[in-house]
């Protein structure tokens, strides 16, 4: 894993180059949003692998989290 954070999931789509590079299993994301009790990926907005390795959900990003989240990796 890199040290720095990375999304795996952003608004909708499965960003698969960043999975890879990271080495995430998509049973990993299902896993983690299950543990939060969220069912369907479409109520997620944002998943970022943290440098620990966990999953941090955002359910509902608004435009001032969007400018927070503007350095987390969103590719490659």
Request: aromatic fraction near 8%; avoid cysteine.
């Amino acid at each position: 894993m890199t040290r720095s954070f990375s999304s795996v999931f952003y608004k909708g789509e499965i960003l698969y180059t960043a999975m890879k590079k990271e080495r995430i299993a998509i049973e990993k994301i299902y896993s983690a949003t299950r543990r939060k009790g969220i069912s369907k990926l479409d109520r997620i907005d944002m998943i970022i692998l943290e440098t620990t390795g966990d999953m941090a959900i955002i359910e509902q990003l608004t435009k001032l989290e969007e400018t927070n989240f503007k350095n987390v990796k969103m590719h490659s």
